[in-house]
């Protein structure tokens, strides 16, 4: 080669190689990471966190400061209203049902925000197909041990992602946390999912919760920062 080809080539080349070895330094630097590995900064600008949140170490524990004992041989799910099948399930008879894992994240309306939790449970969409709501239905209404409510529209709580939740990262799900049963609906803020679960109700109408009555947000979107009604 001669020397002015080169030359010629070392004009064109030399950004491109720099560009190159820029990007291939920060492969090498990701590798292997995963989301975990990203400093929380980093995953706002990856959209993982909603607006307004900021991701939080361990699990806050947020509820109306009564943490109900309910032991497993007087634990029961009542699911009734307007379906073609009530249920009152037993603890032997909740753990017949078939049981998914699924991993979300979790957002309270309070700005904290936990990522990657690992759920045991039994899917909502198994609960459906157990009790077929009628076709008028449209709404569902939570009820809880500590005398709690909380409601969704029938087709949030069909989403794949909702749960009747009975562990957390592999470990029995703790009482504070809602244990032995609660409900996660990963797509709203955490004051939709109830701790300590007692019964679902399936509805016409709808009939607004504890804390919607209270100025929350009816629909309570973390992606839109639906916070309060
Ligand atoms: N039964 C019941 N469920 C409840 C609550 C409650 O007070 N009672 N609080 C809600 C609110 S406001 C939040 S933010 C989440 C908190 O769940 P955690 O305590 O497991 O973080 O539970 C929700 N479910
Ligand atoms: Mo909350």
């Known amino acids: 080669m001669v020397r002015s080809d080169l030359g010629s080539l070392e004009g064109c080349m030399e950004p491109n190689e720099r560009l190159i070895a820029k990007k291939e330094a920060w492969a090498e630097a990701k590798r292997g990471l995963t989301e975990e590995g990203v400093p929380p900064d980093l995953r706002t600008r990856h959209n993982r966190l909603p607006p307004g949140q900021h991701l939080t170490k361990g699990w806050p524990v947020l509820d109306l400061g009564v943490h109900p004992t309910i032991p497993l041989t007087d634990w029961t799910l009542a699911i009734c209203g ?16 078939p049981h998914v894992r699924s991993t979300s994240d979790f957002h309270c309306v309070t700005t904290w ?27 569902v209404l939570f009820s809880s041990y500590d005398g709690y409510t909380t409601n969704l529209p029938l087709e949030a709580c069909a989403e794949e992602d ?68």
């Open 113 to 139: 925000s936990t990522f990657d939790n690992r759920w045991d449970g039994v899917s909502f969409r198994q609960i459906l197909s157990v009790v077929r709501p009628l076709p008028q239905v449209r709404f």
């Open 82 to 97: 307007l379906v073609e099948q009530k249920v009152l399930w037993s603890w032997p008879q909740f753990l017949e049902q």
């Open 162 to 229: 909702v749960l009747l939740t009975y562990t957390w990262n592999d470990q029995p799900l703790p009482k504070e946390h809602g244990g032995p049963v609660r409900v996660i609906v990963p797509k709203r803020y955490a004051w939709k999912g109830a701790k300590w679960v007692k019964a679902i109700t399936f509805a016409e109408h709808d009939t607004p919760g504890f804390w919607e009555i209270r100025g929350y947000s009816n629909t309570a979107l973390p992606w839109e920062e639906d916070r309060y009604g």
